[in-house]
């Protein structure tokens, strides 16, 4: 285990009105498994800890610990209190080595003027950390770094101490056997709100009829109780295998962890180059090839569908093309195949202005419409009104950015949260003019399916 990179950073945090000092230190390892790197954290950094996987599977990421965490309730100043403050933090990093970028990893909540209580309760509207332990893996190779952020201006015996507990934490995921994890065993499910979810369609399609909104997105929740406690790992495990074309997620925070396996792109920028992804309109998969086929055709040539695949389209077009050049996008969408669903998929990219950034290009497009509805404004204030739940971190931002600019943000869709004994699904879907509430809860039954089988649960359908 050869050291290969240090790095050492005073900085002032503006935002803290204070000298903090930031100490990182970089090595590569042998290839190790993500998950015995995560599960290594359970005894001591449970409720500290973050795993991200790349659709492409070129990236994955694992934090233990918070070396420093970076949270508000700032309102439509969320992204921008993020932003500054990280800046802040991370200003004096060396740049141009992506093995030595610090990573900051969290979410935004969908809504931060939703007060509904529930599980999302005292869950701040911007939440991100920085791990004390940082893995990559990235292009078939491993590093680990030790970030330390702290008042002391020498902080050696407080790094060295890190150090080692590094080394026991590579020692166990790379030694200990890899462990095989069961599904959670569910005893009871229930439907939160199923009454007043049904009457929202209702009372969204005569509000679209009425032309006070062209599209809303109306979802919901689903709450299975399990028979003991269900860890962050036996969780991720199973999404883990069962999910391999999706982007794979788990952000805990005290004793609630926030999964999912999204489909769905929200923005992405690589050295200057921004990318994002159109995913609306779906149906379900076929059982064999060639209805698979039919299925897909039918959603190419459906004009509720293409229609909702249109406004994302148009309104992620619009804000890529007020922050980038150089703009590609497709004339049509193409097929997303995922294991239970297939989608309407049109690929969007650009070359970021100077002035523009990951954080400010994801709080331009949240929430699409193909989460939020068309126009926004109105929609929102529709989901207000009628959609009875908190959707927290569900439908919201979730993703990574390092020191240079560089990140991934996807849209949390296909996920749950986790509580304890207790997991919190969520699917939702575009309610337009002739939408009918039992086609639309049929379509969240379908969406429920990722994380639902990861979770060991069946519905009486």
Same mark, same amino acid.
Request: glycine share 8%.
């Given at each position: 285990m050869q050291q290969k990179w240090y790095q050492a950073t005073e900085v002032y945090v503006?935002?803290?009105?204070?000298?903090?000092?930031?100490y990182m230190e970089t090595i590569e390892v042998s290839r190790l498994s993500a998950l015995a790197f995560y599960a290594a954290g359970e005894e001591r950094y449970k409720g500290e800890r973050f795993y991200w996987q790349n659709r492409e599977k070129t990236m994955t990421l694992v934090g233990l610990g918070h070396a420093y965490t970076i949270q508000n309730s700032a309102k439509d100043d969320r992204f921008d209190g993020v932003e500054k403050e990280w800046i802040s933090l991370t200003k004096n990093c060396i740049k141009g080595?992506?093995?030595?970028?610090?990573?900051?990893f969290g979410?935004?909540?969908?809504?931060?003027?939703n007060e509904v209580s529930g599980e999302w309760t005292d869950f701040p509207e911007a939440y991100f950390a920085l791990a004390t332990y940082q893995l990559v893996l990235r292009d078939d190779k491993a590093y680990i770094s030790v970030n330390l952020v702290t008042k002391n201006a020498h902080a050696e015996e407080q790094f060295e101490v890190l150090r080692k507990e590094r080394d026991h934490l590579i020692h166990a995921a790379q030694v200990k056997e890899v462990k095989t994890y069961s599904k959670p065993e569910m005893i009871n499910y229930?439907?939160?709100?199923?009454?007043?979810?049904?009457?929202? #369609?209702?009372?969204?399609?005569? +509000?679209? !009829?009425?032309k006070e909104a062209d599209k809303v997105v109306i979802a919901r929740s689903l709450a299975l109780q399990f028979k003991e406690q269900v860890g962050s790992q036996q969780v991720l495990s199973q999404v883990i295998n069962e999910q391999p074309e999706s982007y794979l997620f788990g952000l805990e925070r005290n004793n609630l962890l926030f999964f999912g396996a999204s489909p769905e792109r929200l923005v992405k920028v690589e050295k200057g180059r921004a990318f994002s992804s159109c995913v609306a309109g779906s149906i379900k998969r076929?059982?064999?090839?060639?209805e698979d086929m039919v299925l897909g055709q039918s959603l190419l040539n459906d004009r509720k569908n293409g229609g909702e695949h249109q406004y994302v389209v148009d309104m992620i077009a619009e804000t890529f093309r007020k922050n980038c050049?150089?703009?590609? #996008?497709?004339?049509?969408?193409? +097929?997303? !195949?995922?294991?239970?669903?297939?989608?309407?998929y049109t690929p969007v990219e650009g070359q970021l202005n100077a002035d523009a950034t990951i954080l400010q290009l994801t709080k331009h497009l949240h929430p699409t419409p193909a989460l939020g509805g068309v126009p926004r404004q109105e929609a929102m204030a529709a989901i207000r009104k009628y959609e009875p739940m908190?959707?927290?971190?569900y439908a919201a931002p979730i993703g990574w950015l390092d020191a240079e600019g560089n990140g991934e943000f996807v849209v949390a869709i296909r996920s749950a949260s986790l509580v304890d004994d207790k997991a919190y699904l969520y699917a939702?879907?575009?309610?337009?003019?002739?939408?009918?509430?039992?086609?639309?809860?049929?379509?969240?039954?379908?969406?429920?399916?990722?994380?639902?089988r990861a979770l060991g649960g069946q519905l009486d359908e």
């Open positions: 503006d935002s803290l009105g204070q000298n903090l000092h930031f080595q992506a093995e030595l970028q610090p990573i900051l979410g935004f909540t969908f809504d931060p003027q229930f439907e939160p709100y199923k009454e007043q979810y049904l009457a929202s #369609i209702n009372q969204v399609t005569s +509000l679209i !009829k009425e076929g059982k064999t090839a060639e050049t150089d703009m590609k #996008i497709p004339t049509g969408p193409r +097929l997303l !195949k995922i294991r239970d669903i297939q989608h309407l908190n959707r927290g971190l939702g879907g575009g309610i337009v003019a002739d939408s009918e509430p039992q086609s639309e809860y049929e379509e969240t039954l379908v969406k429920f399916r990722p994380m639902l």
